[in-house]
């Protein structure tokens, strides 16, 4: 079965830029999706297709997708940021999750 | 309001079953593919299962495949998932989510906030 790979944890300061990976097979050629999920919450999109932000986002969300792995950007990293960040894809009409990345502002 | 609630968790003994339901409003449910998303407590995100704005194409995860069966009635704008033969391991925060497309397999852009299923005896 198909995987995606995140690395378990992140720290940033305030105001620093926060780049979280998610690397799989031949990624690049399948669109990343990443959701941002804080404590006790819902997840919520961030960025589709790669590096699309739905309305109501931040711009200092940004994503990428080339070769094996994508890539979300936060500039600027508030400590609103501070929550649990996972890509997503699909394979063979299946729905695919990364591990999950917690991002610590500190 | 674009909403999404789920109902239908509970406590239930291994090997029983389990009707979740998720009541959509604030958008026109038969445009949009939807989905369920599970997460064990503390654990990370695991699709689970999607279907077609049409009911055409459904699917699922290798996991739940052959034990879990997913519908949705678009005069009551809703979605359900039938869960037999439970495990242990299908306990979880179980999540109704919209697709932002009617074919699906694309983002899912609404969340609800999620029914417990416990699975103990």
């Known amino acids: 079965s198909y995987e995606l790979t995140q690395p378990p944890s992140l720290s940033v300061s305030p105001g620093q830029t926060a780049t979280i990976t998610c690397s799989g097979d031949?990624?690049?050629?399948?669109?990343a999706y990443w959701y941002q999920q804080r404590p006790g919450q819902s997840p919520v999109l961030v960025i589709y297709?790669?590096?699309k932000r739905p309305s109501g986002i931040p711009e200092r969300f940004s994503g990428s997708n080339s070769g094996k792995t994508a890539t979300l950007t936060i500039s600027g990293t508030q400590a609103v940021d501070e929550a649990d960040y996972y890509c997503q894809t699909w394979d063979s009409n299946t729905g695919v999750f990364g591990g999950g990345t917690k991002l610590t502002v500190l | 309001e674009v909403q999404l609630v789920e109902s239908g968790g509970g406590l239930v003994q291994p090997g029983r079953s389990l009707r979740l339901s998720c009541a959509a409003s604030g958008f026109t449910f038969d445009d949009y593919a939807m989905h369920w998303v599970r997460q064990a407590p503390g654990k990370g995100l695991e699709w689970v299962s999607g279907?077609?704005?049409?009911?055409?194409?459904?699917d699922y995860a290798d996991s739940v495949k052959g034990r879990f069966t997913i519908s949705r009635d678009n005069a009551k704008n809703s979605l359900y998932l039938q869960m037999n033969s439970l495990r242990p391991e299908d306990m979880a925060f179980y999540y109704c989510a919209k697709d932002i497309a009617s074919a699906g397999m694309e983002a899912f852009d609404v969340w609800g906030r999620g029914t417990l299923v416990t699975v103990s005896s």
């Open positions: 279907i077609t704005w049409n009911s055409d194409n459904i």
């Open positions: 031949k990624f690049g050629n399948k669109f």
């Open positions: 297709q790669d590096s």
